[in-house]
């Protein structure tokens, strides 16, 4: 069964407004989580890295304004966009590792992001 | 920069066929190289993956083989069925950081009938 739930699922909505995307580690832990964006037919592209206790670090070219990213215990992350425009619509994906900072990542599935 | 090269980026493959995705990549520091299954509207699964200390590693109809030297890894697919059409990718991470992943283009397989 999943072991990283990511709610919702889909979300619409208007330009200007924030969503809040969760993600969660069931039945373990996850002191880090990653967050990952994919556009349409396209490979997933590393937006930032959740740590719980700390600010999360962001790659090259993501706005971390923008994006705002929360560990807010070690079993849940939570992905803001914050004043969405169309151009941010996209399928935004959590990850965790399951049995610690080396171990294989598992996938949330994901949440589909269509601004208006 | 592209850091993992993966090819074919579409293939169709006959039911009971072999279907063969190949990965290059650069960074002589990655020693670990998952692969990935995803299905339309869902997360990557992972699949199956594999560390340089061994040349090839099978998980039922899937294998990984992979070549240090060349920096290469591959994923045989055996007896492919439709359930297996999906999108596969390739990735790879550094010791330490298994799970921050650099993921190959992706590969769009088709099995059909």
């Known amino acids: 069964g999943a072991v990283v739930s990511q709610h919702p699922s889909w979300v619409i909505c208007k330009s200007g407004t924030s969503v809040k995307i969760e993600c969660r580690s069931l039945d373990f832990q996850a002191t880090t989580m990653f967050w990952y964006r994919q556009f349409p037919k396209q490979s997933l592209m590393l937006m930032a890295t959740?740590?719980?206790?700390?600010?999360?670090?962001?790659e090259q070219g993501v706005e971390k304004d923008k994006f705002l990213i929360n560990h807010a215990s070690l079993t849940l992350s939570t992905l803001t966009v914050t004043s969405a425009h169309p151009e941010d619509s996209s399928f935004y994906i959590c990850?965790?590792?399951?049995?610690?900072?080396?171990?294989?990542?598992?996938f949330g599935n994901g949440t589909r992001l269509t601004v208006t | 920069q592209q850091q993992v090269k993966q090819s074919p980026q579409s293939l169709i493959v006959q039911k009971g066929g072999i279907s063969i995705i190949n990965c290059a990549y650069e960074?002589?520091?990655?020693?670990?190289f998952p692969w990935y299954q995803q299905f339309p509207g869902k997360g990557p699964a992972l699949l199956i993956a594999?560390?340089?200390?061994?040349s090839e590693k099978k998980e039922g109809r899937f294998t990984i083989s992979f070549n240090k030297s060349a920096k290469q890894f591959s994923l045989h697919i055996m007896d492919s069925q439709p359930g297996d059409s999906a999108t596969y990718f390739c990735?790879?991470?550094?010791?330490?950081?298994?799970?921050?992943?650099?993921f190959g283009t992706g590969t769009r397989l088709q099995v059909t009938l």
């Open positions: 990735a790879a991470s550094m010791t330490g950081t298994a799970s921050k992943l650099t």
């Open positions: 990850s965790a590792p399951l049995g610690g900072r080396i171990s294989p990542l598992h």
């Open positions: 594999i560390r340089p200390d061994v």
């Open positions: 959740s740590n719980e206790g700390s600010k999360a670090t962001y």
């Open positions: 960074n002589t520091a990655f020693d670990y």
